[in-house]
């Protein structure tokens, strides 16, 4: 059944899409279900050009799929498109391991799919395997994380760079990195205003090929091979909610001309649905559009090893083609019974921009964790004192039972801070967002940020002013880290990175977004800080438990034991967190004020000790800088008079005002209870 076409030998191909290297050479294949005729265009992998277009002979055609092996084809020498009949669009193909064309960032790609064909030696890998509950996750993005002329490292904003730091995240304590997107994105798509690009990637165009710009596919791999060899999982935010085609006025790449009304969702019109607020909204729940996502995973999984993935806007993910979100979307269903996904973590970002918001009712399948914006929003509202939230707060410092009832406290991602919005020193040093430089007129990005200046908006020199933005970054990350449930931090907190008040600096390829690695040094003392809550945690497993605790589990507390105020006035949560063996007590005070608390009675055989004081952290033990004696306070306020003497540990303490401590039950031979 082989034939001649423009002087290549062709015979029948696998209907496996894509492009597979075969010993007689490469087969082709992609689907539509509505082109009539299709045709392959090798291209020169150099520059481009068309060097012959090849049509796919029908009686090669399988259903809906056209294929066809080029024999004694080299993917070296070529690289390739595919054309509908009748259309002058080159088409990349969805499936292409690897795309040409963009690998030198910020010039503007022209693509093309190519044949990667590189042997990756895996050696003894293995994933970690952490059970969701003991995860530390730290968000960053590839570029930005390593770009600044500070990192130091010999390929700045590519995975190779990225390498370089591994040291550093194992040092922190962090075991889960959560990378924005990687997938191959044009970071020049930015239309309007003022020259920007797209530093965080959320317009994908090759969902199957690594960012070229980061780094080549077998840096990929060798990556996430040092990571896991370091203990370290890694998590993808994958985008599947939309693409970079957009709505009509977007390029051609891909989806849209091999077949528009499968990939995406149309109103009755002809036009695109924009739940993503990008221009378009793909389909998933088509039984297609659900094959393709499901090939993509697996392949990252299966290529890539890597641990989980995050998805971009997932409620999109549970809508069906009329738009309306269904009650069992079967996308969701069969990654959470996928074999090849079984011990993948499943993250959801559980809204859309179409108004969708599922934080705690988002179709689990006993599977899927969820970033939990709700507990964000307390945390925050709480750190400003607002009416309600110390209630509010201690649901979600317990795992929020009143979302994940019968999920456990794995299900809730906990965090105070990620990529879209305020960094954690911006969150406490402006009131209002500051986007000017978006070109945009300072209206994108989030209004509602419930942050506080503490006196002064931006940078100031004030001593009062920047010791208090300091103790409430201090109580954010304290309060995060004991909280049940799978906290999260953003890359570059733990040291007081700034973007200078901007709350949506996804346009910002410069000193906004990129970490600054001087301030790691400057504040080494928080950096110490981080780590050490972060060991805390892992000492502690009743913070790590996978259940919501119960009334034997957690003990409320006000200014005497066992008495809360829960009105709406109140600034003051404090938390007994019990487990077999092990006890931590949380206080935590929002007024500006003082305010004693006398604490309960330790375990039996037990004493307080004082682990952190976020009103004096150089005075905790173990901390960097003069250490003090255990249990032992700076002079003014924080831990109080009410002590007992003679190593007999704390019997009652007086927090300041914006502060907080954290306690540990201790037996006379030093271990926990």
Same mark, same amino acid.
């Given at each position: 059944?082989?034939?001649?076409?423009?002087?290549?030998?062709?015979?029948?191909?696998?209907?496996?899409?894509?492009?597979?290297?075969?010993?007689?050479?490469?087969?082709?294949?992609?689907?539509?279900?509505?082109?009539?005729?299709?045709?392959?265009?090798?291209?020169?992998?150099?520059?481009?050009?068309?060097?012959?277009?090849?049509?796919?002979?029908?009686?090669?055609?399988?259903?809906?799929?056209?294929?066809?092996?080029?024999?004694?084809?080299?993917?070296?020498?070529?690289?390739?498109?595919?054309?509908?009949?009748?259309?002058?669009?080159?088409?990349?193909?969805?499936?292409?391991?690897?795309?040409?064309?963009?690998?030198?960032?910020?010039?503007?790609?022209?693509?093309?799919?190519?044949?990667?064909?590189?042997?990756?030696?895996?050696?003894?890998?293995?994933?970690?395997?952490?059970?969701?509950?003991?995860?530390?996750?730290?968000?960053?993005?590839?570029?930005?994380?390593?770009?600044?002329?500070?990192?130091?490292?010999?390929?700045?904003?590519?995975?190779?760079?990225?390498?370089?730091?591994?040291?550093?995240?194992?040092?922190?304590?962090?075991?889960?990195?959560?990378?924005?997107?990687?997938?191959?994105?044009?970071?020049?798509?930015? #239309?309007?205003?003022?020259?920007?690009?797209?530093?965080?990637?959320?317009?994908?165009?090759?969902?199957?090929?690594?960012?070229?710009?980061?780094?080549?596919?077998?840096?990929?791999?060798?990556?996430?091979?040092?990571?896991?060899?370091?203990?370290?999982?890694?998590?993808?935010?994958?985008?599947?909610?939309?693409?970079?085609?957009?709505?009509?006025?977007?390029?051609?790449?891909?989806?849209?001309?091999?077949?528009?009304?499968?990939?995406?969702?149309?109103?009755?019109?002809?036009?695109?649905?924009?739940?993503?607020?990008?221009?378009?909204?793909?389909?998933?729940?088509?039984?297609?559009?659900?094959?393709?996502?499901?090939?993509?995973?697996?392949?990252?999984?299966?290529?890539?090893?890597?641990?989980?993935?995050?998805?971009?806007?997932?409620?999109?993910?549970?809508?069906?083609?009329?738009?309306?979100?269904?009650?069992?979307?079967?996308?969701?269903?069969?990654?959470?019974?996928?074999?090849?996904?079984?011990?993948?973590?499943?993250?959801?970002?559980?809204?859309?921009?179409?108004?969708?918001?599922?934080?705690?009712?988002?179709?689990?399948?006993?599977?899927?964790?969820?970033?939990?914006?709700?507990?964000?929003?307390?945390?925050?509202?709480?750190?400003?004192?607002?009416?309600?939230?110390?209630?509010?707060?201690?649901?979600?410092?317990?795992?929020?039972?009143?979302?994940?009832?019968?999920?456990?406290?794995?299900?809730?991602?906990?965090?105070?801070?990620?990529?879209?919005?305020?960094?954690?020193?911006?969150?406490?040093?402006?009131?209002?967002?500051?986007?000017?430089?978006?070109?945009?007129?300072?209206?994108?990005?989030?209004?509602?940020?419930?942050?506080?200046?503490?006196?002064?908006?931006?940078?100031?020199?004030?001593?009062?002013?920047?010791?208090?933005?300091?103790?409430?970054?201090?109580?954010?990350?304290?309060?995060?880290?004991?909280?049940?449930?799978?906290?999260?931090?953003?890359?570059?907190?733990?040291?007081?990175?700034?973007?200078?008040?901007?709350?949506?600096?996804?346009?910002?390829?410069?000193?906004?977004?990129?970490?600054?690695?001087?301030?790691?040094?400057?504040?080494?003392?928080?950096?110490?800080?981080?780590?050490?809550?972060?060991?805390?945690?892992?000492?502690?497993?009743?913070?790590?438990?996978?259940?919501?605790?119960?009334?034997?589990?957690?003990?409320?507390?006000?200014?005497?034991?066992?008495?809360?105020?829960?009105?709406?006035?109140?600034?003051?949560?404090?938390?007994?967190?019990?487990?077999?063996?092990?006890?931590?007590?949380?206080?935590?005070?929002?007024?500006? #004020?003082?305010?004693?608390?006398?604490?309960?009675?330790?375990?039996?055989?037990?004493?307080?000790?004082?682990?952190?004081?976020? #009103?004096?952290?150089?005075?905790?033990?173990?901390?960097?800088?003069?250490?003090?004696?255990?249990?032992?306070?700076?002079?003014?306020?924080?831990?109080?008079?009410?002590?007992?003497?003679?190593?007999?540990?704390?019997?009652?303490?007086?927090?300041?005002?914006?502060?907080?401590?954290?306690?540990?039950?201790?037996?006379?031979?030093?271990?926990?209870?």
């Amino acid at each position: 059944m082989t034939r001649w076409l423009d002087g290549f030998r062709v015979g029948p191909g696998l209907p496996a899409l894509g492009a597979t290297v075969r010993d007689d050479g490469i087969s082709f294949a992609v689907r539509s279900g509505s082109a009539d005729r299709m045709w392959l265009a090798l291209l020169d992998p150099e520059r481009g050009d068309v060097l012959t277009e090849l049509p796919f002979p029908d009686e090669y055609r399988v259903g809906d799929v056209f294929t066809m092996t080029v024999l004694g084809l080299d993917p070296d020498l070529v690289h390739y498109a595919f054309r509908v009949d009748g259309t002058d669009d080159l088409l990349l193909d969805p499936y292409a391991k690897a795309l040409a064309g963009g690998e030198t960032w910020g010039a503007r790609p022209r693509y093309r799919s190519r044949v990667p064909r590189d042997s990756f030696d895996w050696g003894e890998d293995r994933p970690p395997g952490i059970p969701a509950e003991d995860l530390v996750v730290y968000e960053l993005n590839v570029r930005g994380f390593t770009r600044h002329p500070s990192s130091g490292v010999a390929e700045p904003g590519t995975v190779a760079g990225l390498r370089e730091k591994i040291p550093y995240l194992r040092e922190l304590g962090v075991n889960c990195v959560e990378l924005l997107p990687v997938f191959e994105f044009d970071e020049t798509d930015i #239309a309007g205003g003022p020259p920007r690009l797209n530093t965080w990637g959320y317009h994908t165009v090759g969902f199957f090929a690594p960012k070229a710009s980061y780094g080549s596919p077998r840096e990929f791999k060798e990556l996430v091979r040092d990571l896991h060899a370091a203990g370290i999982e890694v998590v993808l935010d994958v985008v599947f909610n939309h693409t970079g085609e957009g709505d009509h006025r977007g390029p051609t790449q891909s989806f849209r001309g091999l077949d528009n009304g499968t990939y995406y969702l149309l109103t009755p019109d002809g036009d695109y649905y924009n739940f993503s607020g990008t221009g378009n909204t793909v389909n998933c729940n088509h039984p297609v559009v659900r094959e393709f996502i499901l090939d993509c995973l697996r392949h990252w999984v299966v290529e890539y090893h890597v641990d989980g993935f995050r998805f971009d806007l997932a409620s999109i993910l549970t809508r069906g083609e009329d738009g309306a979100p269904l009650a069992n979307p079967p996308l969701l269903e069969e990654m959470a019974h996928d074999p090849v996904l079984a011990d993948r973590k499943l993250i959801a970002e559980a809204w859309d921009a179409g108004g969708l918001y599922q934080v705690g009712s988002f179709p689990d399948y006993g599977r899927w964790l969820e970033w939990n914006g709700q507990y964000r929003d307390a945390l925050r509202r709480f750190l400003v004192a607002r009416p309600g939230s110390a209630g509010e707060l201690a649901t979600r410092l317990v795992g929020s039972p009143d979302l994940y009832a019968g999920r456990g406290t794995r299900a809730s991602v906990n965090f105070v801070t990620c990529h879209d919005g305020f960094t954690l020193a911006d969150l406490v040093s402006y009131n209002e967002k500051h986007n000017e430089a978006n070109g945009e007129g300072n209206r994108d990005g989030h209004d509602a940020n419930e942050s506080w200046n503490c006196g002064w908006e931006g940078p100031t020199d004030s001593p009062e002013v920047l010791a208090l933005r300091a103790r409430q970054v201090r109580n954010a990350l304290a309060l995060l880290l004991v909280s049940h449930g799978v906290p999260m931090l953003l890359a570059g907190d733990e040291f007081g990175r700034t973007q200078q008040g901007n709350n949506n600096a996804y346009c910002q390829d410069n000193d906004l977004t990129w970490v600054d690695w001087a301030l790691a040094g400057k504040n080494a003392g928080l950096v110490a800080f981080v780590r050490r809550l972060v060991e805390f945690r892992r000492r502690h497993p009743v913070l790590r438990r996978a259940s919501h605790p119960g009334e034997d589990g957690v003990r409320w507390h006000g200014v005497e034991p066992g008495m809360p105020d829960w009105s709406a006035e109140s600034r003051l949560l404090a938390a007994e967190l019990r487990g077999e063996g092990d006890t931590v007590f949380v206080a935590a005070n929002t007024d500006l #004020a003082p305010v004693a608390v006398r604490l309960p009675d330790p375990p039996e055989g037990a004493r307080w000790h004082v682990f952190a004081d976020t #009103a004096h952290p150089a005075d905790e033990p173990g901390a960097e800088g003069e250490p003090g004696a255990e249990g032992e306070s700076g002079p003014e306020g924080g831990l109080g008079p009410e002590r007992a003497s003679g190593g007999e540990g704390v019997t009652g303490l007086v927090l300041a005002g914006k502060s907080v401590v954290v306690l540990e039950a201790r037996t006379s031979e030093g271990g926990v209870r």
